[in-house]
């Protein structure tokens, strides 16, 4: 397998459930990031890992937890999720920082997505 | 607060024509401009970065120019194909470190045979 690859692609849950998005690059990258993507709307940058410390929360609610358990693996825990949460949800990924110079020109890598609907 | 617009929301051409996307940021300081492709159901991925000294970068039939005085990007499709339906989406970094780039709504472009 290579590149980022994400799972499910698909999920459907009801507000009361639990469940997780799972999110793996196997491109040796440092950084791991969570995106929103709404129809008809920009995507929303979530979540930054850097070598597994989260150094970035885009005033995300609480409702959607993530964990990073090492460079290559990425989760997002979501709980009593609302309708308007329905969106496609994207991982991405990319070299670290420090390694490759300005972080800002980094190239991130993105998975597929997950397609989310809360009903 | 920083911006990204782009222009048109969608477009629709015939396969073979060429076409220009917009790209109009208020991001500051400014450091690098991406247009990334996003394909139907699929992630988005990286066409050209420019950074503030570069004016026009190439990738095959596309090529990206950058105004950093007027604060607009634009992205050029020469010979279009089928295959270059998809959204096109311009995000926008600024310097000084935060991890928060700035993302354009995209636009949708239709190919038609």
């Known amino acids: 397998e290579t590149g980022v690859t994400q799972t499910p692609r698909h999920l459907v849950m009801g507000m009361t459930n639990k469940k997780s998005l799972k999110c793996e690059q196997h491109l040796g990258h440092n950084a791991m990031y969570w995106y929103k993507q709404s129809a008809k709307k920009p995507l929303e940058l979530m979540f930054v890992?850097?070598?597994?410390?989260?150094?970035e929360n885009n005033s995300v609610p609480s409702r959607f937890s993530p964990e990073c358990p090492n460079s290559s693996h990425l989760f997002l825990h979501l709980h009593t999720l609302q309708p308007e949460d329905s969106a496609l949800y994207l991982c991405?990924?990319?070299?670290?920082?420090?390694?490759?110079?300005?972080?800002?020109?980094?190239?991130?890598?993105f998975g597929p997505g997950t397609r989310l609907t809360v009903l | 607060k920083n911006q990204v617009e782009q222009s048109p929301q969608s477009l629709i051409i015939l396969e073979g024509k060429n076409c220009t996307l917009q790209?109009?940021?208020?991001?500051?300081?400014?450091?690098?401009l991406r247009w990334y492709k996003q394909d139907t159901g699929r992630g988005p991925v990286s066409l050209t970065i420019m950074t503030f000294s570069e004016n026009t970068k190439s990738n095959g039939r596309y090529t990206a120019t950058l105004d950093a005085d007027t604060k607009q990007s634009s992205l050029h499709i020469t010979a279009s194909q089928l295959s270059d339906s998809a959204s096109y989406i311009c995000v926008v970094s600024a310097s000084g470190g935060s991890y928060i780039p700035t993302f354009g709504r995209g636009t949708s472009l239709i190919v038609h045979p």
């Open positions: 890992y850097n070598f597994k410390e989260q150094t």
């Open positions: 790209c109009n940021y208020t991001v500051s300081p400014f450091s690098n």
């Open positions: 991405a990924s990319s070299q670290d920082r420090e390694l490759a110079g300005d972080w800002a020109y980094n190239e991130q890598f």
